[in-house]
């Protein structure tokens, strides 16, 4: 880790902005308004600290740990925050920190694996694994701390540092969700940002980060595409990165789409026809007493998850991919580790 003290980042000072209490519509705190200018500092702190963090992976599987145990700890206070600025029944935030935490410990406890590639050559080839460096990541107003985690632990497992920005409508948990794992992670490697427009923007488009990873509204989604396209040697294409840059992002969206009930529809395939002719496509549910049928059903609709006689039933182990306008790449399990790594591979002659 690093032993230098680097410069601190730029003190907000007053400049803040209200946060409103959805309950009574009055504003009842501020937030920091941190500034695009700002970033340059704070991304530098970030790479700066990416050299150790990455070095150790027994540190980071221990350090992320710890902050599962640091977010259980503070889950009182971090409920009653996200309550406060977002609304929802306080044992629903109590359920988001419970995930928060969860999150973080499953992504402590795998790595990547080594892969050789046996194709009947004389040498001996393996596929391994490089963390990309600092992600930028920006997450929704309504399941800010749950869907914060999904970015920044497998990013951190994966090696990389993180700077968070959460939405202006819930600045306030994340900031202190960012305070908690501050006291266990090391310094810089998970930073939180709030700010309105243009800071994500530019977030998005500077050229210190290697991945950009969203979610939020589909026309959003597709803002940041371009951003982080137009930005000083990039290339980003909507699901594949060909021909890369060595100063090329990769960008991971989710966002949501519309969802087709199957009730008005006279037959299933027109059902399913209309489905796939939507821009959804992150999760379906197809209901039936025939639940071979159900299933086959499932398995014509164009989306990244799709249940069977039960909705939005997740786990940690599986991916969570977006199709279409619900999103590029994949969140969730070792897939989600995966996309924050770069593979590389290395080739020596047999040994004799």
């Known amino acids: ?17 209200p946060v409103v209490d ?29 050299s150790g963090w990455r070095a150790d992976p027994a540190a980071r599987t221990t350090a992320l740990r710890a902050a599962a145990d640091a977010v259980e700890a503070a889950g009182e206070d971090l409920a009653r925050s996200l309550t406060r600025e977002q609304g929802k029944p306080l044992a629903e935030s109590h359920a988001e920190v419970a995930r928060t935490a969860a999150r973080l410990r499953y992504f402590a406890d795998i790595a990547p694996r080594t892969r050789p590639i046996d194709d009947g050559r004389p040498v001996r080839s393996e596929v391994r694994w490089r963390s990309l460096g600092p992600v930028a990541a920006i997450v929704p107003w309504n399941f800010p701390l749950q869907l914060a985690a999904s970015k920044f632990a497998p990013a951190l497992a994966a090696g990389n540092t993180v700077v968070l920005k959460p939405s202006p409508f819930t600045p306030l948990a994340t900031r202190m969700l960012g305070s908690v794992l501050a006291a ?32 939020g509204s589909v026309s959003t989604g597709r803002a940041v595409a371009r951003a982080a396209a ?11 990165l060909v021909d890369v840059p060595p100063d090329s992002p990769v960008v991971t969206g989710e966002q949501f789409g519309p969802v087709l009930p199957v009730l008005p529809y006279r037959s ?7 489905a796939n002719g939507t821009g959804f496509g992150l999760g379906g549910s197809v209901w039936g007493t025939d639940l071979d049928r159900a299933e086959a059903v499932a398995e014509r609709l164009d989306c990244g998850t799709a249940w069977v006689n039960h909705h939005a039933e997740l786990s940690l182990a599986q991916p969570f991919a977006g199709v279409k306008d619900s999103g590029v790449g994949v969140a969730g399990g070792p897939w989600g580790l995966y996309g924050n790594l770069q593979p590389f591979v290395v080739h020596r002659p047999r040994e004799a």
């Open 268 to 274: 299933l395939d027109e059902a399913v026809e209309a």
């Open 184 to 215: 266990v992670l090391p310094e810089d490697v998970l930073t939180v940002v709030t700010g309105r427009e243009p800071l994500g923007a530019r977030l998005v488009s500077h050229p210190g980060f290697r991945h950009v990873t969203f979610t």
């Open 230 to 240: 137009d930005g000083p040697g990039y290339f980003f294409a909507p699901t594949v």
């Open 22 to 50: 959805p309950a009574t519509g009055e504003a009842f705190d501020e937030a920091p308004d941190q500034q695009p200018g700002e970033l340059d500092t704070v991304i530098d702190r970030a790479q700066r600290a990416w």
């Open 1 to 17: 880790m690093p032993t230098t003290e680097p410069e601190r980042v730029p003190d907000p000072g007053a400049a803040g902005f």
